[in-house]
């Protein structure tokens, strides 16, 4: 007997956490199945939508203008802007006022903890009093323990792109140590404790370090690691004690921008009404007359069938494990969907480490419905495909990752809820 | 040639075919340092001088290759709830490598004459403890209950004063079973329930691995499982069995556990043999079988063992149509806030009760969200580490109070005790819920 649901969206990325809410908001039982609990982990929290046209070196100011200069087969042309502005209504929605950027269609641009600038359509709250675009003058302050961010170099660096605004990065101590290496998660639980400190509690012994060095600067930068679940209150505090904005600065894996955004989106899965399976991976399917019957659960060792109508496949590139590949050939992984690519895996990539790498646009190819294919053949009438596991456009140059996830997941999931 | 053609003619070998200890490179290897694991370790959260499971993990094992280095004492204080397996996003056999390192630390720089370690040795083999005092329920209760038994308990073992011992029940879940005539009893009962359910002639056969807790302790949810499978069909048998291991994995005591893996393997791998499949109704005994005996023996059957055994609410999801059955339930429970044990959400069937419940009438059901409840099997039974165990389950208690719920909801025996001890709920197995929708209404 299998778990039966309407629809089935595989892979719990923002892809299948968008999916699974478009579905489910069309009335469809939906169940959401990931791997891992946690796959947010490692991104930066920023919601990019497009930020460099195809070959072009300066960011894009409005997004969908180089829509058109795109190919053919990227998923933006196969979707259109309207689904991005859709995908993109679905996630100001679910993330409420954590998010801000959804006043315009134009890029805002973000200082990253490399000191460059990195376009985006939304970014969090906690970002917003950073942008490149607002010219005051700037702070940037390091954690000598927190390795990720070099406060003094981002600086260097940020003046050097041209921003408009003078920018100094200093370094200081925070008033509670750590073991060696210790995470990121450890500096925002003892902030958002307000843990007690021999010179006080911490978040007023760090403004106070902050405060020293702070020279008519009119906002500071702290890398992200500004509290967790009280990430608001503690940096309202810093901003009330310093007497000037506070920000973060997005920084590498685990990134707490991008935790506190997997926690905002599955939650609203739940209020959506989405069945949550974690722990175990899809491996395998049953197909019958062109249409997936029904997929299999891997649960350590014994497959366990789960029955949808239809299914969304969002397991994510060859990062995520949705593409594989061996010595010889590259595929999907639980459909075996065809991958093009070179037959000689010497050409899967570029000599030049910066060139343009043919494996970065690895993926299925889908039909306009999202629907996979082989040439022009549909393979399953019931199944659709979303965020990266698709192929055809090179997210990590373009900055177009979250932008596709959004706009793949809102198609896939809205119209497999409403062919119901 | 080519290079191409080159390493096309490279062909692999395995360098140490006759290890005889398991090889945790490739799950070493498989780490990337994103730290991932880190962010959701209990103990981390809550002890500032833990080196995470990143460390305890993969980063140990490296150090530690060259044999010119110990392995640090602080793995002692991994509680292992295995949160980070299910948080790593590279497939490290984390759980696996923090149990090789445990038990590294523990056989080979632990005293074995310390009071830590015979205490440990005693909660390890907890089985053998809980038999004793099962033998004679009412004595052991006064005994166990009695101030000076609880200041010895402290004073000479380290055991905390803080925690009563949990009560023997009167009589044990093998005694009810033997009494009410085994499995002759069992598989008439079914056979009555298939010929009401017009199931004629199926086989449906389960073997019961109801574990220590079950038997001694909270024998009503051994008895509610029994009731509700029979009551779907299926003929139950509860054969001979040993501690399923955790508490010895949890202590670092691997030869403990292999030898009770071993039995355990044999003779619920004839069972499987035989057609029957396996269920436990704590989610501990259900991982130890299904996950922790083949990452860390070598024993012949066990991946049979492993992949017929299943949690006991699990099964019936997997195997019955329960939203249909309990498409006409009408039940008047008192509000609820359910708990998912670490040990369910690593085998990924926690909740399955709850997302099952939610839609039947006259539920209200609540969650604590996604925390660790602190005690951890033996670990919060460890004077040294009550402290800590309580200041983990701190978040869990504060989303007991904040849950218009007064009755508990969790299928793991260890998660109930700290439920009770922080919160002073009563707490019930989803295999109750499930009787009492199914069964009795």
Partial sequence: MAINDDVLVIGGGIAGLTSAIAAAKTGAQTRLVTHKQSTLGNASGLVDVLGYAPGEDTPLSDPFEAFEQLPDDHPYSKVGADAVRDGLALFDDAVGDEYLGDHAETNALVPTHAGSVKPTARYPRSIAPGLASDDRDTLLIGIDSVTGFDAPMAADHLDAVGVPFDVRGETVRFPKSFPQDADVTRYARALDRNEPTDDGPVRKVLAARVDDRLDGEGRVGFPAVLGDSRHETVRTELQDRLGVDVFEVPTGPPSLPGLRLEDALYEAAEDAGVRITSGNPIVDYDADNGRVEQVLLDRLGSEVPYKAQQYVLATGGAVGGGIESDRDVVTESIFGLPVEHPDDRYEWFDDDVWGDHPYTKFGVSVDADLRPVAGDDVQFENVRAAGSVIGGYDFATEKSGCGVSLATGYVAGNTAGELL | ?441
Avoid at chain 2, 126 to 132: C, D, E, M, T
Avoid at chain 2, 233 to 256: H, K, R
Wanted: charged share 25%.
């Fill in chain 2, 1 to 441: 040639m080519s290079k191409q053609a080159q390493s096309e003619t490279f062909d692999p070998v395995d360098v140490s075919p006759n290890a005889m200890e398991m090889d945790l490179r490739p799950g070493a290897d498989k780490c990337d340092k994103n730290s991932n694991c880190e962010t959701v370790c209990p103990v981390a959260e809550v002890n500032e001088d833990f080196p995470g499971p990143k460390f305890q993990g993969p980063e140990q094992w490296r150090l530690t290759r060259k044999g010119d280095l110990e392995f640090d004492e602080s793995v002692d204080k991994c509680l292992n709830c295995m949160r980070c397996d299910t948080a790593c996003t590279n497939d490290v056999p984390l759980g696996q490598m923090h149990n090789v390192a445990r038990a590294n630390y523990v056989d080979n720089q632990m005293s074995h004459a310390s009071r830590e370690f015979l205490r440990n040795k005693m909660l390890a083999n907890y089985g053998i403890l809980g038999k004793l005092g099962s033998m004679m329920p009412r004595i052991s209760n006064t005994v166990f209950g009695l101030g000076a038994t609880r200041w010895i308990n402290e004073k000479l073992l380290g055991f905390p004063s803080e925690r009563s011992f949990p009560d023997f029940a009167t009589q044990t879940f093998r005694g009810w079973w033997s009494d009410r005539g085994g499995d002759a009893t069992s598989a008439e009962r079914a056979r009555e329930a298939r010929k009401a359910r017009g199931e004629d002639g199926e086989d449906k056969k389960v073997a019961f691995f109801h574990g220590c807790y079950a038997n001694y302790h909270q024998t009503e949810v051994a008895k509610s499982m029994v009731r509700l499978y029979e009551s779907l069909g299926y003929e139950i048998t509860v054969p001979e069995q040993s501690c399923c291991g955790t508490p010895m994995f949890a202590n670092g005591m691997l030869e403990d556990a292999r030898g009770v893996a071993e039995q355990n393997v044999d003779t619920f791998g004839a069972l499987v043999d035989d057609g029957y499949d396996l269920v436990a109704t704590c989610t501990s005994c259900s991982m130890a079988l299904r996950k922790e005996y083949p990452e860390l023996f070598d024993i012949d059957g066990i991946d049979e063992v492993a992949s017929h055994m299943f949690d006991a609410v699990e099964y019936l999801r997997v195997n019955e149509d329960l939203e249909a059955e309990l498409a006409g339930a009408d039940v008047d429970f008192p509000a609820m806030t359910y708990h998912a044990p670490c040990h369910g959400e690593v085998m990924g069937v926690e909740g399955i009760a709850t997302e099952l419940l939610a839609d039947v009438d006259g539920v209200e059901l609540d969650d604590t969200g996604d925390v660790c409840c602190g005690l951890a099997g033996t670990y919060g039974w460890k004077e040294e580490k009550y402290e800590d165990s309580m200041e983990i389950g701190a978040e869990m208690f504060e989303a007991f109070e904040e849950a218009p719920g007064e009755v508990a909801l969790t299928e793991c025996p260890m998660c109930s005790a700290q439920i009770e001890h922080g919160t002073g709920y009563e707490v019930k197995h989803p295999m109750q819920l499930l009787e009492t929708a199914l069964v009795e209404s």
